[in-house]
Structure formats: C-alpha cells, structure tokens
C-alpha cells in the first residue's frame, strides 16, 4: 500500500507499523521501547508522529500503516513534545551528565566511563558508550529537567549469577519483561507496583532463580540502558570486533555473536532474535576461555618435575620419544568439543603416522562426559581432555596431553601442550542433526596456546611424516572435503537448556564447566542445587564500627584505627587492603577521634577495591590499614579561604574546615554534585563554614553548576579570596584551577593517583608539578593546582584499567558473601 | 415470549399489586451502600427486633437508593388505607416512634416526613414529587431504585422488566440497532460516544466470538451513580446486557464489578441466579436461538482497569495496563476478539428505549445529547444525593434547585464534574447546559456523573493537588508522561500549596500538562492534567494568591495557615490546650493563652473547641485573618432539634 511521510511517498508491506515503513524508507523516529524481536508496547511515547484524521499524537510503533495515510514525523510540535517526554523520562534516571554544561570537555578529559556501584550519571555508566538514551537526548537537544529528579534508591542487585540489576536506571521501557515472555514463555519478571512505585521485579520479592529465571540473558540483551549488566562484560563499553560462529558447549550449535575487546573475548549473543541461548552460550564462555590457570606454554617432565619450554622443544622432544610407541600400543582420544578439521588430523595422525588403529573419538553424554578406557596394552597414549581414569594412566609409559587447563592427566603427562579451542580457533563442528556449523575464530589464545590440527602437524613433522604441512585449518577442510557449513541463524526452537538450565551440560572436554565458571555453581543441575560455601577468612586489627551510604554510591566508614587517629592531621590520607590479596588503596581521611581511636573515611565505589570495602560489614575487620601519609595541609591565617570539593571531597574538606575557622581564616565551602539527592553533610560542613554553598549540575537544588561557577560568580563580583583548595576527582579539580588561574588566586589540589607502598619509595604515585616530578605520597597530595599536569595524572591513574575490568568480571562475589546465598525453594 | 414466562409476568403483577393494596403495613427501608452509611442497619436492626418482641404484624423490605442521599436514612412506610409516606433523617429511635405513633397510632409524625409517594392526602405532608429536590428531576433510569426490593425479580417483572429484550427479540436485533441510532443514545460512561456506532464496528468486525462487557468498576472518587443502580435495580443492568448482547450477536459477557463494592456484587449475584431460573440467560433464550450467559469478575483494586484495554487485560489474568489504540476493542478486545464494553447506566438506558420507543426517549435531552443522566451531586451542597435530569439541564437548576445551593450562606465557587479527569466549572458558568459538547467547550467533561460542588472554603489548588494526587497514585506506570508527569506537577503543586510556590511555576505547570495530554497513553495520562488546567484557566488567581501574596485564601492549604489567640477575646478558660494533641497552647487560668508556633502542627482542634462567645481562636493566612470556622453537620443539628 502506498502512503505519505514527510511528503515523502513511501510503500508499505501489509501488517507493517508506520515506524517499520519509516525505518525500511530510511526516515528515522526515535524510539526506545520497540526492538525487532518484540510486538509493540506503545510505553515510551518517543515515536510520536502526527497522522491526519487521527486525534492527538499517535505512536507511530503501534500505528498500522494504511492506504493513503499521511504521517508528518519531524515538526516543531513533535520535537518539542519528544524533548519533553525524554525530560520527564530523565526524571527517574540519572541524567545530570546530559545536562552538563561542561559535557564536552569532560568527555574530552576521560572519554571512558569509570566502574561505579551506583550509577550516578553517565560518566560512571557502564552503558556509556553504547547508549540509545544519549543519542537521544543529543538530538532532541535535551538542555535541563523541568523539576528536581528523583532517585529511587532501590538496592542494586549484584548477587544473582552473572547479572547485574540496578533498578535505578531503568526507564520501564519493558523490553525485559516482553522479551523474557517471548523467549520463554513465562513472565519471570514483570513490572510491578503502580505509579511512582512502578518498579521490574519478580513476582512476591522473588530471587531470579525461585521466580524460574534460566539466565538466557535475553533481558539483558534488549536493555537500552545500563540497568541490566552482563557483570563479564558490561564494562567494556562497544567491542572492537564483533565475529559470528557456533558455541560449542554442546550439540545444540547456537549461533553467536562473539564479541572481542583487544584480544580478550568478553562477551557472547544470540545471532538469532527469536531464541535464547541457554546460560552456557549466553554467559560461559569468556569467563571459561579466559580463566586465570588456562595452560599457556608447553611443558615438557624433567624427572619429577614439569619444566616450561619452547614450541620448538617440546614437539622436537615429545616426537622423539613418540617414535617409540608406533603401533598398537598407542592410542589417541579425543572427543567432539575438537573441530572436525582437528579430528581429521588426529585421525590421520594416528593411523599414518603412529600406524594405530587405536583412533577414539568419544561422543559426550548429555552432560558432556566424556570418558573412556584405554585399549588393553596402551603403553602410550595422546590425550586431548581429561577423559581417562588416573589407574589407566599409571599404566602408560608415555602420556601426550593437548588441552586447555591443567587436570591430573596434565600434571603427570610427559608433554603437557596448551591447546586453543572453541572461539579461539577455525574450523567445522556438527550439530544434533549431523549439519556443519562453522567455528571462526573470535579471539586470541592465551599465552603460547595453538590451535590442535597445529599441534599434530608439527608434531607429525618432527617425526618425519610428510601431508602435514597445513597452515590454516582451512586448508585440512579443503583436503578432508569438509563444505557446506552454515550458522544455523533460522532456528524456530529454542535449545532444551535454554528454557530448562537443569538440562544444560556440567563437562566440557573433561572439565567440570562451573569450576571456572563459579556463578554456575549457584544454579541447579537435574533439581539440586551444588551449593558451595565460601569460607572467607578475614583477620585484622582494623574493625568497622560503622557503616553508612551518605547518598547513592557515597559510604561513610568509621574504622577503629588508634595509632592513626592519634597522629592525623588534616589533608591526610591512609593506605588501606581489605585482605592479604587486595589491592593498596589510598583514601583521605574525612575525620578522625584520637580519643576513641577511630577515623573516618567517606568512600566511592569506584572499581575492584572500594567495592571489596563497600561490601563488608559492620565489625568485618581489614587486614591492613597505615597512616597517616601525606603532608598535612599548611594552615594559616590567609583571609578568605575557599573550599571547592564533589563527590568524596565534600567529606574530605571537612577537617579542613575545621581547621582554617580555627586558624582565624573566613571559611566559604562551596560543594558540587550532580543532582540534589547527592549532597551530604549539610549540616556538618555548615558548622565549620561562614559559608555554605551548594551547587548542582542539573539545577535540582542550590546553584546550577559546578563549584567553579559559584566561586567564578563571586570572584568576578570583586570578592576577596585569598586561597582555593580543590577536593575532587581530576576533573573537577582540573576546571577548578583553569578557571581561578585568570583571578590569580592560589589554588592547591587533593591529588588522588594510584599509590603502592606511600612512603616514597616504589614512585607508582609520580606527578608531574611544573616541570618537575613530585610524589603525591610524600610530597603531596596537595599541590598547586595551576602547575599540575592533569593530562598525565589522568593516563597514570588509567593505566592498569584493562586488567581492573577484567579482574572485575572475574571475581563474582568479590565481597564476603558466600556463594550459598539461595534457599532452593526454586522451582527447578 | 414464553408461556411460562408469561404466566410468571401475571403472577409478578398480582404479587405487585397485593404489596401496592397491603393490609398490613410494610416498611420499605432505603438500605442500600448509602443508606447503610447513614446508619440503615441500626434501623433494621431496630425495627425488625421491635416487631418481632412486640410481635406486630408488618413486613420489612430492604430497598435501594431513592436518590436524596442527604436525608438518609429514608424509610418509605405504607399503611393501609393512606398514602405512602416517605420519611428522612430516620434513626433506630424514630423508627419506633413512627412505628407506634403513626402505624399504630394515627400521628403522620409530620416533622420527619419528606413527603407522601402515591396518591392521596396527608394533613401536613406535600407530595414527594413536589419537594424542591425532586420536583427537577425525570428519574427515568433510576425509575425502580428504592422503590423495589432489589432482590425480588417479580417487583423488577411488574414493573415493565425485560419488556425491552422481549420487544427487541420481537423486532430483531437489526431493527433493535436502529431504534438505539434514533434514540441518539451516547455513552455514558464519559466518553460520550454514540452507542449505536460502537455496536456498529463490532457488528462489522470479522469472527463469530465476540464478547460484551459491562464496565462496572466506577472508580471516580466521589461517583455513586452506577453502585446505586446496580444496588437498587440490578436487572434493568442486566436487560440492557440482553438487548446489547441480542443487538451484537455475543454468546458471552462479562460484568467487571470493581471489589469495593461487595453488595453491588451479591445483588448481581442473586439477580444472574434469577434471570437463569426464569430462561432468561442460558442457551436458547426463550425458544429465540439467541444463547446468552453472563460471568461476573471482580476487579483487584485499580482505577486504571475502569480504562477500556486495561480492563479487558484484567479480565484476561493479565496486569491492567493499557494498549496503545487501534486496534479498538470492538475490532479486537478480549482475548483478541471484537468486544464491546459499555458503562452500566448506558445499558440502564436500553430497556427504556425498547420498551417506550426511540421517539419517547428522545422527547428529554438537548439536541446533541439525548436523554436523561444520573449525577452524583456532593460537596458543599445542601442536598446531597442521587439525582437524574435531561441533559440539557442547566447547572443552576442542579445546583441552585435541586440541590437547595451551598449552605450557610457561603458563596459557590465552582462545580467539579468528571472526576479526576474532568475540571471546574467556575460560578460565572452557572448557566452552562449540562451536555456532553457544552461542557468540553468549558474545557471540562462531564465524565460518568460525578458532580463535586465547591464553595468559597474551597482552595482551587488544594483540589488540583487532590486529584494529582490520586491519579499520580493510580497511574499504572507504564507511560513516563503519566507515570513521570503527574508526579511532577504535583510536586510542584505541593510546593505552592506549602508556600515554596513561584511565578515561574505555574508556567512549567502547563508545560508539563500538555505534555502528559499530549503524550500520554491512555485516558487516565491524557486527562489526569484537566484539573489543573481548569483551575489554572479560571482561577489563576487563586495560584498567584498562593505565589505572591504567601496565602491561601480559602484556609485550606495547612502549611500556610497559622493558628493563634486573640488576647483581648481570650478568657483562658482553657478549652483549647486542653484538645491540643501537641500540647502547644499555654497559658495560666483565667489569662489570655498563646500558641507556640514552632509546636504547633495546624490541626485546627483548638478553633473548634473555642466557646462561640469568646470565639477568640483565629487563622491567619499571610494577611488574611479569619475567626470563624465551619458550623457542625446541618443534619446533625436538625435531628438534634427533632428528637425534643
């Protein structure tokens, strides 16, 4: 049928929306609630359009397109009304970073977004870089809110297997609930409660596991917004390089979408829209692949021990003793988690060159195990899992083991090989029918791991056979006529694991799964539940006494700490390790008693560590604690001081107050944060000051803006200020010290880089002041600000990132909570 | 019809006329929801325990709502050989009274009668229909309620009941269509929307399965149109279901009674049972080939499922929250088929067209709206009540004649019609028609007939505030205009009305307004700003008052009201510290008290508690300063004086 938009005569397909016939004729309306997958839901009004004979302003995602319809998509009217309904929709979702008027320069300053417990704005969401909501409000132009916003303090979610939930961003467009309804079939969550109480939940405070959720991820897929997180993955940001093949954990032959960032896998999709992949697909796999005790280098036993390697060594030194066992008394087991490209040449091996009719290839259960004996009288043996008992293998003179992680066989093999295997590699695999799935190679192996069609054929080589000359496991497809194979993207069913995880598979190539994938071991297999007890042993003299979230994402610790709150002064900060393992983390000290022996720390969680802290509770004890470090700020009588601090620094400038009132200075302590809701210690501050400003970034409350504007404001009054002290992240406190450099007033800045041992030594806390190298630990942290080179602060406080991200995917439950944390009243 | 069911027709009138020529007397006891609240039961309780001990012979009906709420509870009483006598204000004692001074006695207790409800003399007593309240109105639809026990199907029968679906199985449904198109009846459930066109789309739409749904879930506050109906009358509810459901060729229908209302159910109930016994429901309705059962399905407790998809979700075990239209439930409503959903009284009106013909029905009504309209007249009115008139009736006869005006002598300020989404109606307007186009033209609507009549005392912000407040919590959550938007403004109301309020707020006001109309889903989101914007069209004023001047002029908004002692009135006789509940008055005996302002919490006790002669209590509002504060109930003064 034809019809109008924009005067533009368009043609539409029957059943089409006017939004699909847009889309098809490249006209684009904005939406947020729609997605290909799903019916139309109608909840986001952001696609509103004007069609003539229809009242009001109808959505066009559930408007059938009609002969002869006349849509108008893009007028004034449509704009404005769209820019309001996503100002109302910022309402109930942290939006100051949209309205910032510094936007540009901060997303110039620290483009990626920084790993926050609750988010608080954009630049601390892990949705940053992919999300549909900004681009929006940059289109719209969306400048400020109409009313202070709301945050509804909902308690993140961070203990369910591998997702993560913080209800506080989401914008109830209902993807979730529809997609997990569609792919499911059942509403295992479902919008709850009315009005403002209007919330995604499961049905009676449910966990996800009793309201039958099987972790196919779906929801966190569809999410336009950081609320759902793929706790693996979600810090990434866009991937670099996106590759589709099959996953391999069984038979199923789900196609993927794999996406890598450098050369790490991080994150696994559906390829096809209108089925799930079950928690192993969806959730397992770069958590498997990139397990910390993969084997990554050839060893070769030396006498008792396994001495680590070349290549060159280890085939050249394993063929050599292979040559010995040709014949029957060699056997080679594999199973089908290897490519058929892999199997081609394990076979070839085995009969050409080891002359063995000893060729097994096992077909896993439906479980995965894979197992097997040896044929009576194997006196050599080459192994590519963990698929044979201990006693069979004492009976061996000579064990080969190609394999990705260490297993017994590994430990007492002769030639223990690292293998890449599943997304790290190419080749062909079959599915529950017989049909050829490829396998592409989405990512590198670790370490020095090859593919296994290489490490027969150099083996092969060594021993002086010819026809193994392959490079590429495309070529063993050519010669073993292997073609034909296609992702299998138009799947109608689900895979059965998928809607039931009691049925997925346990073992992969000999490998218990859920032993380097530890949220598995939370849900249930066959109707039980393998629940496992942490025991995190925490010894300490530092207890806490008191803990308390100031506001979202702000908790105020009090530690009991004698030695430190005797001797603090203020500017001073302490190192702290939660436990043996953890990382040394400076934090300023907000306040201190040296009479009852405590200090106060007000703390962001803000990555790996802070969030170790945050976790624990009330009379937890952390290992370490020394302090206090720093140079105590000078405090004299200046005059006029201002006080500029966001985020911890409005804690952290609090003794400070303190001290320049006592001192005879006039105090004036201007706080910034991005919206009403995270302003803290009001009154404290109050107390200390002749002044008290505060300042919001979306104007919900005090002045709109930064701390600089309001100290700007008055400088350029004519005020006197005789001194500025900035407490703040870089940013803030970068702005802060451009902007008084043209008044000429003295600004000294809190510098927080990352710090090891404090006292001067190891020079991980480098600055650069002026032209010269100063230490934060010993000669700050406060310096002048106007000398500071923020740039290079910035790239060193980034420069371990990559590894903090990934460490934070891997370390589930970073916190004391033991995994047994589900009372299997689950209906599974 | 059936000779069976003719037979049970003859019967029913006999039986009706037996009660009409009863010797002995009968009490006929208005004891439906609202005469219950007024205190119904003790009377029954009363009377019937007095019958029974003083072992009289007389019968007691329990009847429906007669329409002057305000004078309830009302006890209809029939002796032999008089007119029936209507009484008001009828507590257990009066009842007795009654008993032995007029039934038994020759005293009409003249003082608590309302007037006589059939022919005949009464010194002393004027006609019922002559009484300012009733003189009005056309009770067409409410024709039967407090007249019939409710429970009896053979008063419904007597009186012309299922007359109207016999004709229309008689005439079919084509023609059965045609008569509803001439008659012009609309929607009366608020939308107004022509009822014949609605079965038309339905008619049309592809399928065999289609379903007819009654809208019972009445979830305007301050609304009692349909509870009353169904209480008082339930099968002429019932008979428009069998003539729509005849007209539209549905099998199945649903009623979706909202929970709250448990004796509107048990009257469906006992009615649906009764319309089964008489072959009235089933299959094959009266030999006619046309099968018809009726389900009933309570709602859960949300406003929102008054919404049309929002119900139809309900009834399918689904949340109740709206679809985006098209598609329309008459094209594909529950469970995807053509359905047709109509309010209550809409189908109230059916048997009457049927019955009397489309030309009898359009004599009452203006030219666009056709017929009569139940309102459910409350607030600051002299006669509360159930009241029905044609459409086309001014506002001031309503208000002004029926209604007897605003009492005590205060000023009427504005009408509210529509509920939380409709709008005010200033005083000025007061000669506005009550028709569906007059009042959209007033910005308002006239909804399903709640009518809240404010007077001087009434804080127009305050009542915006109000009703945000109840639609914000209403609000199902799935739009972010409605959800977000009525959050939003009333965040900025409460503001005003704690003194916070600016200038610059009353235009962020509309703009969110228009967003949430413009924007939202579903007739909640789209109408849920109409108070705001009624009241800020026509008493902008009374916001600026709030802004600028840091007052509010009515004495409503607590936040900006102080209470304090006039020391030249004070005798410090210590009534008022004495009901303060925050102990915030001081003061020694016999000397002037004073109240801490930092203590006090604005609850308005010790203004009530000051002896009208001191009256030295009073309310300061910024400037304004007001001493006195409203009388006690006028009908709590009026029995007082009866009673001696």
């Known amino acids: 049928m034809k019809l109008t938009i924009d005067g533009k005569s368009v043609t539409a397909k029957k059943g089409q929306t006017v939004l699909e016939c847009a889309k098809e004729n490249n006209i684009s309306i904005p939406n947020l609630c729609t997605h290909s997958s799903l019916s139309p839901f109608g909840a986001c009004r952001m696609c509103v359009v004007e069609i003539d004979g229809m009242r009001g302003y109808p959505t066009s995602c559930t408007t059938p397109a009609a002969e002869a319809m006349v849509v108008r998509t893009d007028t004034e009217e449509l704009r404005n009304l769209r820019r309001n309904i996503l100002a109302l929709i910022m309402l109930e979702h942290p939006s100051a970073c949209l309205v910032c008027g510094r936007r540009e320069l901060c997303e110039q300053f620290r483009p990626d977004a920084e790993r926050a417990g609750s988010t608080t704005g954009c630049h601390t969401c892990n949705n940053k870089e992919v999300c549909d909501v900004r681009v929006l409000a940059d289109d719209l132009g969306l400048k400020d809110l109409p009313v202070p916003p709301v945050y509804h303090e909902r308690p993140l979610e961070r203990s369910e297997p591998f997702m993560d939930r913080d209800l506080n961003l989401c914008i109830l467009c209902g993807r979730c609930v529809r997609i997990c309804k569609y792919h499911q079939g059942k509403s295992v969550i479902d919008f709850v409660g009315r009005g403002s109480e209007t919330r995604i939940g499961q049905a009676f405070g449910r966990s996800l596991l009793e309201a039958g959720c099987q972790f196919c991820g779906s929801c966190v897929d569809v999410c336009p917004t950081g609320s759902l997180a793929d706790r693996y993955a979600k810090w990434h940001g866009r991937a670099e390089d996106v590759t589709e093949s099959t996953c391999i954990f069984c038979d199923q032959a ?494 000294l800045a809190a510098l927080n880089p990352i710090m090891l041992d404090g006292t001067g030594m190891c020079g991980a806390c480098r600055v650069s002041v002026g032209e010269k190298m100063k230490f934060a630990c010993v000669d700050g942290p406060f310096f002048d600000a106007h000398l500071i080179d923020w740039d290079e602060l910035r790239d060193r406080r980034a420069a371990y990132s990559a590894e903090e991200i990934h460490s934070l995917g891997r370390t589930e439950s970073v916190a004391a909570a033991p995994l047994s944390r589900h009372k299997c009243s689950c209906p599974h | 019809m059936t000779s069976s069911l003719q037979q049970i027709f003859a019967e029913a009138k006999t039986k009706w006329r037996r009660l009409q020529e009863s010797e002995i007397p009968v009490f006929f006891v208005g004891a439906a929801t609202c005469g219950r609240a007024a205190g119904a039961a003790e009377v029954l309780q009363s009377l019937r325990g007095h019958i029974k001990a003083k072992k009289v012979k007389a019968r007691v009906i329990e009847v429906g709502c007669l329409g002057p709420c305000s004078f309830e509870p009302l006890v209809i009483v029939h002796k032999s050989g008089a007119p029936r006598v209507c009484y008001a204000n009828i507590g257990p004692d009066e009842i007795i009274h009654i008993l032995e001074n007029y039934v038994l006695g020759d005293d009409p207790c003249t003082k608590w009668a309302l007037g006589t409800m059939t022919p005949g003399q009464l010194d002393g007593i004027k006609d019922f229909n002559e009484h300012p309240m009733m003189r009005r109105q056309v009770r067409n639809i409410l024709r039967n309620c407090g007249l019939i026990d409710p429970e009896n199907v053979h008063h419904y029968l007597a009186r012309e009941g299922y007359r109207g679906f016999l004709k229309a199985l008689e ?151 709206p679809q985006p239209r098209p598609p329309f439930p008459a094209v594909s409503g529950l469970f995807e088929k053509p359905t047709v959903i109509q309010n209550v009284e809409t189908l109230g009106n059916l048997p009457l067209i049927l019955r009397n013909g489309a030309g009898w029905y359009t004599q009452y009504g203006s030219d666009s709206s056709k017929g009569t309209k139940t309102f459910a007249l409350a607030g600051k009115i002299e006669r509360t009540g159930l009241v029905e008139v044609p459409l086309g009736t001014t506002l001031a006869t309503i208000i002004e004649q029926i209604g007897g005006g605003v009492p005590d002598g205060k000023a009427l300020k504005a009408v509210q019609t529509g509920g939380p989404s409709g709008g005010c109606i200033p005083a000025e307007k007061m000669d506005l028609p009550v028709d569906y186009e007059a009042l959209a033209e007033a910005g308002c609507i006239m909804g399903s007939g709640g009518m809240i009549v404010l007077d001087e005392d009434s804080c127009m912000v305050d009542i915006a505030r109000y009703f945000l407040s109840f639609t914000q919590a209403e609000s199902c959550g799935k739009c972010s205009p409605c959800r977000v938007g009525t959050r939003a403004m009333l965040s900025i109301l409460e503001r005003i009305a704690a003194g916070e309020g600016q200038m610059a707020d009353l235009e962020k006001l509309e703009q969110i307004a228009r967003t949430v109309k413009d924007g939202s889903l579903c007739g909640l989101g789209q109408t849920a700003p109409n108070p705001v914007l009624t009241t800020l069209r026509y008493f902008r004023d009374e916001y600026v008052e709030h802004i600028e001047k840091g007052r509010c002029p009515a004495f409503v908004c607590s936040a900006m009201i102080s209470y304090h002692i006039d020391r030249d009135r004070c005798s410090g006789c210590g009534a008022c510290a004495r009901v303060c509940p925050v102990e915030a008055i001081s003061g020694e005996k016999k000397k002037p008290h004073v109240i801490s302002q930092e203590i006090c919490i604005r609850c308005g006790a010790c203004l009530g508690a000051c002896p009208s002669r001191f009256a030295a209590v009073y309310r300061r509002s910024g400037e304004l300063i007001r001493y006195e504060q409203r009388k006690n109930s006028r009908k709590q003064q009026k029995n007082k004086d009866q009673l001696t």
């Open chain 1, 254 to 747: 789900c196609a993927l979408a794999l996406a890598a960032a450098g050369d790490k896998l991080i994150t696994a999709q559906a390829l096809n829209e209108s089925v799930p992949l079950c928690v192993l697909g969806r959730f397992a796999i770069p958590e498997f692949l990139n397990g910390g005790d993969r084997l990554v280098a050839p060893h070769i036993r030396v006498g008792e021990v396994l001495r680590q390697v070349e290549w060159q060594e280890a085939i050249e030194m394993t063929a050599l003793k292979l040559s010995e066992f040709t014949g029957d008394n060699f056997a080679l087991v594999c199973d089908a988690t290897s490519t058929l490209e892999d199997r081609y040449v394990l076979k070839k091996f085995t009969s050409e060159v080891m002359k063995s009719k000893n060729y097994i290839e096992i077909e896993p259960d439906a479980r995965g195990v894979s197992r097997c004996s040896l044929p009576k009288g194997t006196k050599a043996a080459l192994l590519t899992g963990n698929f044979v008992d201990t006693a069979d293998l004492e009976k061996l003179e000579f064990l080969i083991v190609q394999d990705c992680y260490p297993t017994p066989a590994s430990e007492r093999a002769n030639a223990a090989l690292p293998a890449a295997v599943f997304a790290e590699v190419d080749g062909t695999v079959l599915d529950l029918s017989g049909q050829k799935r490829p396998l592409r190679k989405a990512c590198e192996p670790p370490g020095l791991a090859k593919p296994e069609w290489w490490i027969i054929s150099r083996l092969a080589q060594a021993m002086g056979a010819k026809g193994f000359d392959y490079e590429s496991a495309g070529s063993i497809s050519q010669e073993a006529g292997i073609a034909d194979a296609g992702l299998w993207i138009d799947r109608e069913e689900a895979p059965p694991a998928a809607l039931n995880l009691n049925l997925r598979r346990t073992y992969f190539r000999g490998h218990r799964i859920d032993e380097k994938v530890r949220g598995l071991r939370e849900l249930p297999v066959d109707g039980t539940c393998a629940l496992d007890e942490v025991e995190v042993k925490r010894e300490g003299a530092f207890q806490i006494l008191r803990k308390n979230e100031l506001a979202p994402n702000v908790h105020e610790i009090v530690i009991s700490a004698p030695e430190v709150a005797k001797k603090a002064l203020p500017g001073q900060f302490i190192i702290l390790m939660v436990d043996e393992q953890s990382e040394r983390v400076p934090y300023t000290l907000s306040g201190w008693d040296a009479e009852k022996g405590t200090i106060t720390l007000v703390v962001l969680e803000k990555g790996q560590s802070s969030r170790k802290l945050v976790l624990l509770d009330v009379n937890d004890k952390l290992a370490h604690v020394v302090g206090p470090l720093g140079v105590p700020l000078e405090i004299e009588n200046y005059g006029t001081v201002a006080l500029a601090a966001g985020c911890y620094g409005i804690a952290a400038i609090a003794p400070i107050a303190k001290a320049m009132k006592e001192a005879g200075n006039r105090v004036i302590a201007i706080s910034e944060a991005r919206s009403h809701y995270l302003h803290y210690y009001k009154d404290k501050l109050r107390d200390f000051c002749d002044q008290f400003i505060q300042t919001t970034i979306d104007g919900s409350m005090g002045i709109k803006g930064h701390a600089i504007d309001a100290l700007t404001q008055k400088l350029s009054d004519g005020e006197k200020i005789d001194r500025v002290i900035a407490v703040g992240c870089p940013f803030m406190m970068m702005v802060t010290a451009n902007e008084t450099r043209a008044y000429g007033v003295k600004t």
């Open chain 2, 171 to 321: 005439i079919g449904p084509d023609e059965t269509l045609e008569q509803v198109k001439s008659a012009g009846l609309r929607g009366r459930g608020g939308a107004g929307f022509p009822t014949w066109r609605k079965w038309q789309f339905c008619r049309d739409a592809a399928g065999k399965t289609k379903y007819l749904i009654c809208n019972a879930d009445e979830g305007d506050p301050g609304a009692f149109m349909n509870r009353s109906l169904i209480e008082g009358d339930p099968h002429a509810v019932l008979e428009g279901m069998l003539i729509a459901a005849f007209t539209l060729g549905v099998s199945q229908g649903y009623i979706y009674c909202r929970a709250e209302y448990p004796l509107a159910i048990h009257r469906l109930e006992t009615a649906l049972s009764q319309m089964r016994e008489l072959g009235l429901l089933g299959e094959n309705i009266q030999g006619s080939g046309f099968s018809f059962d009726l389900t009933i399905k309570k709602g859960a407790g949300a406003f929102v499922c008054g919404e049309e998809t929002a119900l139809i979700a309900s009834i399918e075990g689904r949340r109740g929250m």
